[in-house]
């Protein structure tokens, strides 16, 4: 992770997106789709730190958590509001797709 995004887990994922918004982008270490899309997503997670935050979920490695949020394809980032899904989106954003989906999804 970088100093913009956290790992979140089964330990510390319902705590963490409590409250709060929350841009969650569940991926794999294997994933093609996920890697080109992790610079852009770590690029929006700098320029917002401190309004929103940003995390990822390695669903190899936290099963739990991808089962419970349905995560069939990655990557799948999930924008969640004190804990309640806002919006849900499958594949690969660039930047402007997903500064976008912030607009449309955070009231």
Known sequence: MS???IE????????EIKKGKW?????AV???PCKIMAPH???????LKGEINFAKV????????ANKYQVMSIPT?????DGE???AAVGAMNKSQILELIDNSFT
């Not at 997503?41 to 320029?47: D, Y």
């Not at 980032?77 to 509001?81: A, E, K, N, R, S």
Request: charged share 25%.
């Open 41 to 47: 997503f770590e690029a929006v997670a700098k320029e």
């Open 77 to 81: 980032t999930i924008f969640f509001q």
């Open 23 to 27: 841009i969650v982008d569940f991926w």
């Open 8 to 15: 979140l887990t089964t330990k510390n994922f319902d705590k």
């Open 3 to 5: 100093e913009n995004t």
């Open 85 to 87: 899904i806002a919006h």
């Open 30 to 32: 294997w994933c093609g």
């Open 58 to 65: 390695n669903v190899d490695e936290n099963h739990e958590i």
